[in-house]
Every structure is written in structure tokens, then in C-alpha cells.
């Protein structure tokens, strides 16, 4: 049996981008994190920072330094939560939200990462996370 246990994100400074994505999401850095790794816990998977001495930052979107991976996050509302991540330090990059108050953003976090945040027309939010619209 095959399990997803950490998805890892290279950084020069792994507490510092960890506090930033513990205030992004609500939840605390794990327990134990250190300047070498440091984990958000989310269920079974835990996001991860791992420290790089020669990180180099991606360059969203030019393809020499490529983004590798992003993060997407679904909101229930885009404009309180744009403020919040821009007060924490991340960086609006596009903005593809449509005249219905749907679609996307993207941003980088402090160091570079992009990820979006997401409104979806249809999700609804439960305590086990969300439940996506039927899809035609």
C-alpha cells in the first residue's frame, strides 16, 4: 500500500516560510521543527520545509527558474483572504477572478513559492474538508 505522508517544500529558512504558512492556514507548526525541518500537520499529510543552503527561488512564470509545484487553497471569500496572505509577507501575481467573484489568484509566498487561492463555484465546506459540485 502506497501513502502520501509529506509533500516537501526546499527553503532557505524552514521556520521562518513554516510561520507563514501556520498563519496562511490556521494551523500551528508541528512540535519538535527545527532550522534543518520543519511540518504543518494536515491529517495524515504533513507539509513540510526542509532547509537548502543554495535555494534558489522560483521566478513565477518564467520557465529558467520554473515554480516546480504551488499550492492551491479553496476560500470562501477572496478579498478578506487576499488582505490577510498580503499582511503576512505573500505577493500578488495575477489576479483571474471573474465578474461573478469566482476563479483564482496567484501569489508567492515570501521566498518565492506560488499558490493561488481558489473560490469555486458550488464547494461547500463540511468539517471534513470540502464537498466539490457534481461535475456535468
Known amino acids: 500500500m502506497l501513502r502520501l505522508?509529506?509533500?516537501i517544500i526546499d527553503c532557505p529558512d524552514t521556520m521562518k516560510l513554516a510561520a507563514f504558512y501556520s498563519e496562511v492556514t490556521g494551523r500551528p507548526v508541528k512540535e519538535g521543527s527545527s532550522e534543518?525541518?520543519?511540518g504543518i500537520q494536515f491529517g495524515e499529510i504533513e507539509l513540510a520545509f526542509i532547509r537548502v543552503d543554495d535555494y534558489r527561488a522560483p521566478q513565477w512564470p518564467d520557465s529558467e527558474h520554473p515554480k516546480q509545484f504551488h499550492l492551491d487553497f479553496e476560500v470562501d471569500e477572496i478579498e478578506s483572504e487576499q488582505h490577510r496572505v498580503l499582511d503576512l509577507g505573500a505577493t500578488l501575481k495575477q489576479d483571474f477572478i471573474g465578474p461573478n467573484g469566482y476563479g483564482w489568484q496567484v501569489y508567492t509566498d515570501p521566498i518565492g513559492h506560488p499558490f493561488c487561492l481558489c473560490r469555486n463555484k458550488g464547494v461547500i465546506w463540511t468539517d471534513q474538508g470540502?464537498?466539490?459540485p457534481?461535475?456535468?
Open 130 to 132: 470540502p464537498i466539490w
Open 5 to 7: 505522508t509529506d509533500f
Open 134 to 136: 457534481k461535475r456535468g
Open 36 to 38: 534543518e525541518w520543519a
